[in-house]
């Protein structure tokens, strides 16, 4: 993603979250303007869903002794990245916000170290481990931009 369209989304993302009402230093009322699954536009929400299809298409062709193994745990790793993401956008706070994002960037990097394990082992069909690990790669930079951003 380009910084230009960084800026834009970090733009609309000020524009369209919410959260209640906090005091500022004169005692107001602040609030944020909140939209309700707004989070579906942000990029690297959409990025996120598809690394997690490309995760659960990968590991269907997994041993099944792995079934309860690194397939769930890559599965959960992904399924994560999407749903911290979405949780923290409709979080009280941008730093709530900025929190949930750490931990769907944590996801990511948990994710990366199960592909090198699977990989390692032998699992899943190359062409297939490349596309998760450049959907990874790039969910990873995203969600650390979007973190400096917030």
């Not at 230093?25 to 869903?49: F, S």
């Not at 659960?56 to 749903?83: C, H, M």
């Amino acid at each position: 993603m380009t910084t230009t369209a960084m800026r834009a989304q970090s733009s609309e993302l000020r524009r369209t979250t919410s959260a209640p009402a906090t005091a500022t230093a004169d005692g107001e009322a602040e609030t944020r303007v909140y939209t309700p699954g707004a989070y579906r536009n942000l990029k690297v929400w959409q990025r996120a869903i598809q690394l997690s299809v490309a995760i659960y298409k990968f590991t269907g062709d997994f041993p099944n002794a792995e079934l309860y193994g690194l397939t769930s745990q890559l599965r959960r790793a992904a399924v994560s990245i999407a749903s911290n993401i979405a949780e923290g956008y409709g979080r009280a706070s941008k730093g709530e916000f900025r929190q949930f994002v750490g931990m769907a960037r944590g996801s990511v990097l948990e994710l990366q170290t199960q592909l090198e394990i699977a990989k390692a082992l032998g699992f899943g069909k190359q062409a297939q481990l490349a596309t998760v690990n450049a959907l990874a790669e790039e969910t990873g930079k995203m969600t650390w931009a979007l973190m400096r951003r917030l």
